[in-house]
């Protein structure tokens, strides 16, 4: 069974420009979750989706949105990039959800923000 | 919210058993721990989870005692490809918020 995919795999942005991240989750799996992860900040939670609906948000402002298809596959957006949006962006799938189940993570998605 | 801790780093030799304690003071009834490991350039990946006592796979072990305070995340005769960051991770079942560890660095050496 092929495993999460994200594209692209890396990306070099200026700020004040907007960037769309995409990630296609297991087949089957109805739950993707996006994560950042930076040096010092460790592995924060973006939210997750579930079924095309936002089912959680972790603590990062309305410039980070998301959505997902009906195929399950989700996408990030980040308008008005900053220079500290610069990060590993990771998505993760999962059959149930982020809470109850099991998550696999995509390699990610490195940002640049010059 | 369960915050966690863990150790920023642990170094060990091929072969030996590798120990990692996590707390988690503040974990709640219906948690569950979970450990994932990440090498450079990848995303993580599940090893194991638990709620108490003793769980074990083919990777590794995780103690989990009476309190749920800690957990302890046993990889057994480790080898340079178990070189990696080691994350501890506690679900909120109810609240819907994550709260990943920093991560701990752990270094195999021949």
Redesign the interface.
């Known amino acids: 069974k092929a495993g999460?995919t994200q594209t692209p795999r890396y990306l070099i942005k200026t700020r004040g420009q907007q960037v769309t991240l995409s990630c296609s989750p297991i087949s089957g799996h109805r739950s993707v979750s996006w994560y950042q992860q930076t040096p010092g900040q460790?592995?924060?939670?973006l939210f997750?989706y579930f079924s095309e609906t936002q089912?959680?948000k972790?603590n990062f402002p309305g410039r980070f949105s998301g959505r997902q298809f009906s195929n399950s596959r989700s996408e990030m957006n980040v308008s008005t990039l900053e220079l500290g949006d610069s990060a590993l962006y990771?998505c993760?799938s999962s059959l149930q959800g982020?809470?109850?189940d099991?998550?696999?993570?995509?390699?990610?998605t490195r940002l640049t923000v010059l | 919210l369960a915050k966690t801790t863990q150790p920023i780093s642990m170094d060990s030799y091929e072969g030996q058993e590798v120990n990692i304690t996590c707390s988690h003071n503040n974990i709640a009834t219906n948690d569950y721990i979970?450990w994932?490991q990440q090498f450079p350039?990848?995303?993580?990946?599940?090893i194991i989870?638990g709620y108490k006592t003793k769980v074990t796979n083919e990777v590794a072990s995780l103690f989990i005692p009476a309190d749920r305070k800690s957990s302890t995340l046993s990889l057994p005769r480790v080898s340079l490809s178990d070189t990696a960051v080691y994350?501890c991770l506690v679900?909120?079942?109810n609240d819907?918020?994550?709260s990943?560890?920093?991560?701990t660095t752990v270094t195999v050496r021949a």
């Open positions: 999460v460790g592995l924060q939670f997750e089912r959680n972790g990771l993760a982020a809470m109850s099991t998550q696999y993570f995509g390699p990610g | 979970t994932y350039s990848q995303g993580p990946r599940f989870q994350y679900l909120r079942s819907y918020k994550l990943f560890g920093a991560g």
